[in-house]
């Protein structure tokens, strides 16, 4: 399914939920998140590579070959932690304050979230009407898809 397509499904199915929050709008998010992770769709982020396993207090101060920062996150001291942003469109991620945007399969976001030690999860869409997936909701998430072998072991490392 193409980036856009798959994407514009996802953002319906999540704003649905934030709008109409019951057992069915539940349930058809969780589906179609699980959907969505079982065909390793592409997401839109603002993450730059940060060493799996590394905390950001490890990497404040270090510059990336090509003059970047490692990370580059938008939403880097809500209260609750750091939480790597997932966008559905270029549109959710202009809601908020500017950073590059790159694609990425969903599965590499959510392994990278499990294995960067200080981050609390990803949350989809954090300008608009977002949605919270803690590291518990991966979990469930990736073994509902069928992929979460690897990444049970990584984490528990």
């Not at 990370?71 to 790597?84: H, Q, R, T």
């Not at 200080?118 to 300008?127: A, K």
Request: proline share 3%.
């Amino acid at each position: 399914m193409a980036l856009n397509e798959a994407c514009a499904k996802l953002e319906e199915t999540v704003n649905s939920y934030i709008f109409h929050k019951n057992e069915d709008t539940n349930l058809k998010l969780r589906e179609e998140l699980v959907d969505f992770i079982g065909r390793n769709d592409t997401i839109y982020t603002s993450v730059r590579i940060l060493k799996k396993g590394a905390s950001f207090v490890d990497v404040a101060g270090e510059v990336s070959a090509d003059g970047s920062r490692p990370i580059s996150i938008s939403l880097v001291g809500a209260s609750d932690g750091v939480w790597i942003p997932a966008f559905t469109s270029s549109e959710q991620k202009n809601l908020g304050p500017g950073h590059e945007l790159l694609e990425t399969g969903i599965i590499w976001l959510l392994d990278y979230a499990l294995s960067v030690n200080d981050v609390s999860g990803v949350t989809i869409n954090p300008f608009g009407e977002q949605i919270n997936l803690d590291r518990d909701s991966i979990r469930s998430l990736l073994r509902a898809a069928n992929v979460e072998e690897d990444f049970e072991k990584k984490d528990e490392a």
